[in-house]
């Protein structure tokens, strides 16, 4: 992995930068091939599709800071959104930015459904106007053991919850993303079971760390990255974080979500970081930043243990993993 952050370099002229670069490479490798207007009629439309996915550069303003951020290094934008794990567009890490053109985030629907108050179907741009946009820096850990620090766009999941009124029933709330072939061709594979389901204790989804995504480093989400709007919950690992949601159900029994259906002796229901449990078949004690050389420790919660230790006091961790 290369080392890509001159330190006297904002986030958004890396942005521009890289944005810049990737157009340029571009029209550079299909004038080459081809020439002129012919190559791009020719070109193959998952290539046009995500060149139009990485020209997403509609910028969020007064877009307010939190202290809720971290001031470790941001990782590259070109990491954040070419490394990625979105099983709807294969399985390795690339192929989420090749392939994720063909997810339309707009228009897009939000079904509320459950023990709520207000169900309805919800146009995902009157979700977003229910609070102020943040900018939420935070660690991300995936459970393969790789790290990332990324500068989210979002809402606080709370302020959205609140104004649905979930009943005095709702003890958990169930995230799941869209399920459709034709915008996520991955879904035609047995992998998972589809569509891709997460799922949050009320208290959990109530915590002021968690979020509602809805960009990053200050611009709309990539669809790599879970646009239209996904979920992020920093003290635990990447896979609880639901991409591309299209239905929030709040419910008194706890989800069955999609990893721990696939393999409930490999990953639990909560998923919090913890460096001293142990995935069967490697250490969780260290991880490897993404952009960095070696290794760095794994923190409890994975650093937000302030925030969140005492949702779990009582609880044991080996067996809640
Ligand atoms: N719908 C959906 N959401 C998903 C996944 C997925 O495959 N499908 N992968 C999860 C995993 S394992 C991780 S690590 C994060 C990756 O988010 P990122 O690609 O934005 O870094 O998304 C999570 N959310
Ligand atoms: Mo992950």
């Known amino acids: 992995m290369l080392i890509r952050k001159p330190a006297d370099i904002q986030p958004s002229e890396i942005t521009d930068h890289s944005l810049y670069l990737s157009r340029r490479e571009f029209m550079k490798d299909s004038a080459l091939a081809l020439g002129g207007i012919a190559a791009s009629l020719a070109l193959p439309a998952l290539l046009l599709h995500s060149q139009q996915a990485d020209a997403a550069t509609e910028k969020f303003s007064g877009v307010k800071k939190s202290p809720y951020s971290t001031t470790e290094d941001m990782t590259p934008y070109k990491d954040v959104t070419t490394y990625n794990n979105f099983y709807e567009f294969g399985t390795d890490k690339y192929s989420p930015a090749q392939l994720a053109g063909t997810l339309n985030p707009r228009p897009w629907t939000i079904s509320v459904e459950g023990e709520v108050k207000h169900k309805k179907t919800y146009d995902i741009d009157s979700l977003i106007k229910?609070?102020?946009?943040?900018?939420?820096?935070?660690?991300?850990?995936?459970?393969?053991?790789?790290?990332?620090?990324?500068?989210?766009v979002g809402l606080p999941l709370a302020s959205i919850l609140k104004k649905l009124e979930p009943t005095g029933n709702a003890k958990?709330?169930?995230?799941t993303t869209l399920l459709d072939t034709k915008q996520m061709p991955g879904e035609r594979s047995g992998v998972l079971d589809w569509p891709y389901i997460?799922?949050?204790?009320?208290?959990?989804?109530?915590?002021?760390?968690?979020?509602?995504?809805?960009?990053?480093?200050?611009?709309?989400?990539?669809?790599?990255?879970?646009?239209?709007?996904?979920?992020?919950?920093?003290?635990?690992?990447?896979?609880?974080?639901?991409?591309?949601?299209?239905?929030?159900?709040?419910?008194?029994?706890?989800?069955?979500?999609?990893?721990?259906?696939?393999?409930?002796?490999?990953?639990g229901f909560y998923a919090n970081v913890n460096p001293q449990v142990d995935h069967p078949r490697w250490s969780q004690a260290r991880e490897r930043r993404i952009g960095e050389f070696g290794k760095r420790e794994t923190l409890m919660f994975n650093g937000y243990s302030e925030q969140v230790a005492h949702l779990y006091t009582g609880m044991d961790l080996r067996k809640f993993f």
């Open 172 to 175: 958990y709330v169930e995230f």
């Open 198 to 267: 997460e799922g949050l204790r009320m208290d959990e989804a109530m915590n002021p760390l968690t979020l509602f995504a809805v960009g990053l480093y200050g611009e709309v989400l990539p669809k790599q990255n879970g646009a239209p709007i996904r979920l992020v919950v920093p003290w635990k690992y990447g896979f609880k974080n639901t991409k591309s949601i299209v239905k929030i159900r709040f419910t008194d029994k706890q989800p069955v979500n999609t990893w721990m259906k696939t393999n409930p002796y490999e990953y």
């Open 130 to 152: 229910m609070a102020p946009l943040e900018e939420r820096i935070y660690r991300f850990r995936c459970v393969e053991g790789w790290s990332m620090v990324i500068p989210w």
